[in-house]
């Protein structure tokens, strides 16, 4: 706790270890700014931690992606891990954009309260829905998918 920099390079070398590739780590650590600056609206704008941030997440998440969070994590096959943890890159880009915009929106109306977020939360998630139909429509991949970074139990960390 005393010196931030030590746990970001820990998480680091953990994704590292796990395979990932320095571009998808870079994309998860700018996710997750952009999770804490919209969590940080929401704690400021009478949202509870825990259940109500809950709920405007999976909106957020419903809306891009057309799958509840919970959803989306069984497609994965995973149990107790961080769904952002096994997101394929475009996966985190959607997420990303559908946060920022949430956050936008938010702060465009100056979104107080459950009610007023869940709103944002809606339009924020349908502009990242628009963006990844054109993607897959344009590309011929599929945005979310069961693919995740679990690791096999008989395979050793590499280092």
Known sequence: MADPARSLNRARETWQKHGRSEKWI??????QETRNKLTDYWAEHDIKQGEEFAILTNII????????????KNLKGL????????????????????????????ENIDAT??????????????????????????????????ESYLIDATKKLKG
């Open 113 to 146: 309260g459950l009610t007023e977020n869940k709103k944002a939360a809606k339009v924020g998630g349908g502009i990242a829905k628009k963006a990844r139909k054109d993607f897959e429509e344009k590309t011929g991949t599929k945005v979310v998918t069961k």
């Open 26 to 31: 870079q994309q998860r650590m700018t996710r």
């Open 79 to 106: 149990q107790d891990q961080n769904l952002r943890d096994h997101m394929s890159e475009a996966e985190l880009i959607f997420t990303v954009l559908a946060e920022l915009s949430t956050r936008q929106m938010a």
């Open 61 to 72: 998440h419903q809306e891009w992606a057309d799958v509840s969070v919970k959803d989306h």
